[in-house]
């Protein structure tokens, strides 16, 4: 079946750092990537997408790129806050966003002053 | 903004009990999906519905049962509960035909089953 396999953490950065967590993904179709925060006491909330190959998704700094050809979503940040401090959350949809999500088991992010 | 709300933050009870947990969601959205999330584990899915009256089940629904009566409001039950089912619950919701769109989610159940 559908996978995601993502960079547990926990990650530790200071402010102003370069983020990166990694993302693969394995899937027998043409799914839709997303990567989605949960915030201290929060739900989760899209953090951004990509429906098709070679896509760009981006938001509040944050980017990353569907690559097919090594089935990866990665997600970057040139200069992280410590308001990024968060849990992340890879995602793919084989039909759509709207319809049942896979999910990595998540990336602990601290951000220190 | 598309609304999720799950009628419990925090929730006790006891090893055997039926337990309710209760999602509503005012965006008119026909799909709705229950998620357990564990630490290490990431977010599972144990139950989902395309339509008032329909279930399907996710990955994990053991010793969990879901009612969708009406479309705005979708119920995931502990018919019995056990302390092995202690942990944070997350209620989704999201529209079907319009393409790609995301789930919203609510703020979570966190359950102690003592």
């Known amino acids: 079946g559908d996978s995601v396999t993502q960079m547990e953490g926990p990650v530790t950065l200071s402010e102003e750092a370069f983020l990166t967590i990694n993302c693969t993904y394995t899937?027998?179709?043409?799914?839709?990537l997303f990567w989605y925060v949960q915030y201290p006491g929060e739900g989760l909330q899209l953090l951004l997408k990509?429906?098709?190959?070679?896509d760009k998704g981006s938001n509040k700094g944050f980017e990353a790129t569907y690559r097919k050809e090594t089935t990866s979503f990665h997600l970057e940040k040139g200069s992280v806050q410590v308001s990024d401090s968060a849990v992340y959350f890879c995602?793919?949809?084989?039909?759509?966003?709207?319809?049942?999500?896979?999910f990595g088991k998540g990336t602990k992010l601290t951000v220190n002053p | 903004d598309v609304k999720v709300t799950q009628s419990s933050r925090y929730l006790v009870k006891r090893t055997g009990e039926k337990v309710f947990l209760e999602c509503v969601q005012d965006?008119?959205?026909?799909?709705m999906f229950w998620y357990r999330q564990d630490p290490g584990l990431g977010l599972r899915l144990i139950y989902f519905s395309y339509d008032v009256k329909m279930k399907e089940k996710g990955d994990i629904p053991e010793g969990y049962s879901v009612s969708r009566e009406k479309k705005e409001r979708f119920s995931l039950i502990l018919e019995s509960a056990s302390t092995n089912q202690t942990s944070m619950y997350l209620c989704?919701?999201?529209?079907?035909?319009?393409?790609?769109?995301?789930?919203?989610f609510g703020d979570g159940t966190r359950l102690s089953i003592l």
């Open positions: 989704a919701s999201g529209s079907s035909g319009t393409g790609y769109q995301p789930q919203h």
């Open positions: 995602a793919l949809s084989e039909r759509g966003g709207s319809e049942k999500l896979v």
């Open positions: 990509a429906t098709k190959a070679d």
């Open positions: 965006m008119d959205h026909e799909n």
């Open positions: 899937a027998t179709g043409y799914p839709s």
